[in-house]
């Protein structure tokens, strides 16, 4: 099962600087995370040969006008746990060859994407959220400064990260027990301090 740093950082709030956002049917603006974004957060969370990926289904359920598109069911296996989900993709131009390419790379970035959605805000859970509560640092407008609250955070940030760094190793598991309960510091904030710590205990 997961660690609790792994906990930590599944649950933190997405950074708005990964989310990209597209248009939709209707005209609705869309928000997404890339496919490349997707695996390099796993590999960051999980650990490079800490999951799986396996395409179990691709078929191609369309090929007229130009376009071809197919449909794929990705599994994604992580320390036993299993995470299934589904995607489609369209081919377009180019060769028939071309076409075929694109649709079955889209349809499976797209499943992979479903798949590790369902572990966490990290991989775009936040965005299936109205609302999009679990999405931190949209820009503020440029008449706005940023809050005290925020620069006092940073300032907290900076004495807790030389706090991990310098003391006792054997006042680690206080140290560790201490940076949980700190109000003032955030998911993602004490997770990159619990990492401090554990990469002391080594």
């Known amino acids: 099962m997961f660690n609790d740093d792994q906990k930590q950082l599944l649950a933190a709030p997405l950074q708005k600087a990964h989310v990209k ?5 209707g005209g609705r603006a869309l928000s ?8 390099a ?7 490079f040969d800490g999951w799986i990926s ?17 449909v794929a069911k990705v599994r994604v296996t ?4 299993i995470r299934e989900g589904w995607g489609a993709g369209h081919g377009r131009g180019g060769s ?5 390419e694109s649709a079955v790379k889209e349809a499976e970035t797209d499943a992979r994407k479903r798949a590790l959605m369902t572990f966490g805000n990290q991989f775009g859970l936040a965005l299936y959220d109205k609302d999009q509560a679990n999405v931190e640092g949209t820009s503020l407008p ?5 809050s005290a609250k925020r620069k006092g955070n940073d300032q907290v940030m900076i004495k807790a990260r030389k706090y991990a760094q310098e003391i006792a190793v054997e006042q680690i598991p206080e140290a560790e027990a201490f940076i949980r309960s700190h109000k003032e ?3 993602m904030q004490r997770a990159e301090l619990i990492k401090i710590l554990n990469g002391r205990k080594a």
């Open 142 to 146: 440029a008449q706005q400064a940023p």
């Open 32 to 39: 997404y995370i890339e496919g490349w974004h997707a695996i």
């Open 78 to 81: 992580v320390d036993g746990v």
């Open 21 to 25: 956002s597209r248009q939709g049917g």
């Open 41 to 47: 957060e796993a590999n960051r969370i999980f650990g």
């Open 96 to 100: 028939v060859g071309d076409r075929h």
């Open 185 to 187: 510091l955030n998911t």
């Open 54 to 70: 396996e395409t179990v289904s691709m078929e191609c359920v369309g090929n007229e006008g130009g376009t071809v598109s197919y």
